[in-house]
């Protein structure tokens, strides 16, 4: 039951929706066993209300308690076995049920049958016990699959949860090392060439406010992630020793109002300023973002 109760809205009223679908199958079968030449009456139907009951009885029995208790368990055994008794007790309550209601309401008794039913209650039982075993089977294949949808959405969001996860763990590492790496440029910088300096405090107020705003954005546009890694490539370069080589391409045309996933990349060009340059040998950092043809 407390499955049920922890389903969301909108999969709580497409059970409901399924289930109302499902008795109202059940319910209006009385009608195609009907003689097409006899006039329509209510009697199939209201004499079908003990077994709809006991119908219901069984399968929710199963789908709320019996299926969770013990076949999810894995103690099949003792969901065979209370099924069982159970089908037998709902059995007997249906046949005889029908027998009250014939009893009570005379003109509900079907016609031609007289006597005889008295006779052959076992004919009735079997069909009964029949009928109430694929009710077990119909509930254990709604329960099952309701169940498959439901661990399939919650690993869905579970990986979701993960990777948003992961990149604002990303977001938190590149901020303060980001920014402790470009006032330390633009400290040295001032000493020789104060206008670039300048320069380069506007690319960093324009970074900051990209990191501050547009990163918490599920999603940025292509083109203004771009900016943000060049103006960023420009900062680092000002410490880039004579020996390193430095080329930049960046080419998007079309492609540059998709969205992406903010800072995806920065960290890439991070590694490529902290690890790609040696302080004795000549070295290079080739950035590229070009696209795809395909899209």
Do not use: C
């Not at 980001?178 to 405090?201: G, M």
């Not at 080589?245 to 590694?271: A, D």
């Amino acid at each position: 039951m407390g499955h049920a109760l922890k389903q969301k809205p909108g999969n709580r009223w497409n059970n409901v929706y399924v289930h109302l679908l499902l008795w109202g199958v059940i319910f209006i079968l009385p009608y195609f066993f009907m003689d097409p030449e006899q006039v329509f009456t209510w009697r199939p139907f209201l004499r079908s209300i003990p077994d709809m009951l006991g119908f219901m009885l069984v399968f929710y029995l199963n789908y709320f308690f019996l299926i969770d208790k013990f076949l999810y368990k894995g103690k099949t055994r003792e969901f065979i076995l209370y099924n069982i008794l159970l089908i037998v007790a709902v059995a007997f309550m249906m046949h005889y049920g029908k027998e009250l209601l014939g009893y009570l309401m005379p003109h509900m008794r079907p016609r031609g049958r007289g006597r005889r039913n008295h006779f052959f209650p076992w004919l009735f039982i079997i069909y009964n016990f029949t009928s109430l075993f694929l009710m077990v089977g119909l509930s254990v294949a709604l329960r099952m699959t309701v169940r498959w949808f439901e661990v399939e959405n919650e690993r869905k969001e579970l990986a979701k949860a993960k990777s948003e996860a992961e990149l604002q763990n990303l977001k938190n590492q590149i901020n303060p090392h980001f920014l402790l790496n470009t006032l330390n440029n633009i400290y040295a910088l001032i000493e020789f060439n104060p206008s670039k300096a300048q320069q380069a405090v506007a690319d960093l107020s324009k970074m900051l406010r990209h990191l501050l705003y547009d990163n918490n954005q599920t999603y940025v546009p292509l083109r203004q992630e771009a900016e943000f890694m060049q103006n960023y490539i420009e900062l680092m370069r000002i410490r880039l020793a004579d020996n390193v080589k430095l080329t930049t391409n960046f080419s998007y045309s079309q492609m540059g109002n998709r969205l992406i996933s903010p800072l995806i990349f920065i960290s890439l060009i991070e590694n490529a300023f902290k690890h790609g340059v040696s302080g004795d040998k000549p070295s290079f950092i080739d950035i590229s973002l070009r696209e795809h043809p395909d899209g």
